[in-house]
């Protein structure tokens, strides 16, 4: 039986390596080792590492590729994505390349409106409280002044401050529902603050307010936090083509391809199961560059999901018609992202993402992030109505199986040829790879 431990957090990154490894695992040695092998010898940045989170004792790689060939608005870019996933860049590049031909990718912001909220109890009088939110709500804006200064001089801050009433739905619950601007920062900490001191004006101020009864005066704060429900911090990626113009191969007829292309968004639009692999293909590229950008694809996936269900059904985030024999194919998409802030300044290699990308602006990355979601959709949808995904995927899949392996340099080009003219699959692999043993 293995004790609770106290005190966890105080131990050195040593000592907590070593409790975990001789607690938990069955070769200390060999874990201590595998942990240590995947430290950075600059000790300045495992230092730097070390300290984005709790409790570290090593780094997890993820890949870093590079999808090039992406036009947007007439700007030619490389997308840097950070993804496990075989198959996902090189679907991403493809897709890219195609459209590079055919106009590139067009994009539109939408909106950039962040939420956030202070959830409280109120027990009383209505319209007592709506006087209280008259009398106070410019004591809300002036107490969170300093706060939203800086903000202000870049442009953005506060944006409006709505008295809700939600006793329809629970009893005595009513909320300030807030809307920001945050410019190029993600903003939860700026919002986060702001609805702190919200919370703190608005308990301070019904105490004093003489219209309010005892029992009113006592308005209780819940919590007081951002949403990442952003549906009006919104982006529009599109590309289209004439009919005839969207020849993907010369085995395949460009109209039957289209109109395949149609159905499928039209499938995925009625049939929430395809829905959801369908948006999971849209987030294969939109969680990537998030993750390489230093931005939270915890919150995006969690707003791009409630989005997806805004109307009551959830359904696909993609959009295809033709129309007079033009081809359309769009997303539009909820991406509340920074360019300032949090990771953006700090991890080095987001650093160099953000250079790749030409230093975006949170506008312009909302466009490129949106932008691989849509191709990323197109290359998966693409190859589903055509080739079946697992021909691609296995063929990546490939040099995944023969690391795990542990097949050599000589053995793996081989083995790859050996593919180039059969099926790849798990057990096929490892026939052809005992058989080239042996
Ligand atoms: C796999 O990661 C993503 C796909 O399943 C997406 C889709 O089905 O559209 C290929």
């Not at 997806?308 to 993609?318: I, R, V």
Request: aromatic share 8%; with cysteine; glycine share 6%.
């Amino acid at each position: 039986m293995i004790e609770p431990i106290s005190g966890f957090s105080k131990l050195t990154k040593a000592e907590k390596i070593d409790w975990i490894a001789t607690k938990y695992t069955q070769h200390p040695k060999a874990t201590k080792k595998i942990l240590s092998k995947y430290w950075n010898t600059d000790t300045q940045l495992q230092k730097l590492h070390d300290e984005f989170i709790e409790n570290t004792i090593s780094n997890f790689y993820l890949p870093l590729g590079v999808a090039p060939n992406f036009l947007i608005n007439n700007r030619l870019l490389s997308i840097p994505m950070v993804i496990e996933e075989s198959s996902v860049v090189a679907a991403a590049s493809k897709a890219a390349k195609f459209w590079l031909d055919r106009g590139g990718f067009k994009t539109t912001i939408i909106g950039t409106e962040k939420i956030g909220q202070v959830h409280f109890m109120y027990t009383g009088d209505d319209s007592k409280l709506q006087k209280f939110f008259t009398y106070v709500h410019p004591i809300l804006l002036s107490d969170s002044a300093s706060l939203t200064k800086n903000m202000k001089k870049r442009g953005g801050g506060i944006s409006t401050i709505e008295l809700k009433n939600k006793t329809e739905h629970l009893k005595n619950y009513y909320q300030l529902h807030c809307t920001f601007e945050t410019m190029d920062a993600m903003g939860a900490n700026f919002i986060n603050s702001c609805l702190e001191q919200f919370a703190t004006t608005l308990k301070r101020e019904a105490q004093k307010f003489e219209l309010f009864s005892t029992e009113e005066k006592n308005i209780e704060v819940v919590m007081s936090i951002l949403s990442n429900y952003t549906p009006n911090c919104l982006v529009k990626a599109e590309v289209s083509c004439p009919v005839n113009d969207l020849k993907l191969s010369k085995n395949i007829d460009a109209k039957d391809f289209a109109n395949k292309m149609v159905q499928a968004v039209a499938i995925a639009k009625v049939e929430t199961y395809r829905a959801v692999t369908h948006n999971k293909g849209i987030m294969n590229g939109v969680d990537a560059v998030v993750l390489a950008t230093g931005n939270d694809f915890r919150a995006i996936e969690a707003g791009v999901h409630a989005y997806a269900a805004k109307d009551g059904t959830y359904t696909s985030l993609t959009h295809a018609t033709i129309e007079n024999n033009i081809f359309k194919f769009w997303i539009e998409i909820p991406l509340a992202l920074g360019t300032i802030g949090g990771l953006t300044n700090l991890h080095p290699l987001v650093k160099l993402a953000f250079e790749i990308l030409q230093k975006p602006n949170a506008k312009e990355l909302m466009q490129i992030v949106a932008v691989a979601g849509l191709a990323q959709n197109f290359g998966a949808i693409s190859s589903l109505v055509t080739t079946g995904i697992q021909e691609g995927h296995m063929k990546m899949h490939l040099l995944n199986i023969l690391n795990q392996l542990g097949a050599t340099e000589t053995e793996k080009e081989a083995i790859i040829n050996h593919f180039k003219n059969n099926t790849v699959s798990h057990s096929a692999v490892i026939d052809a790879y005992e058989k080239l043993k042996k």
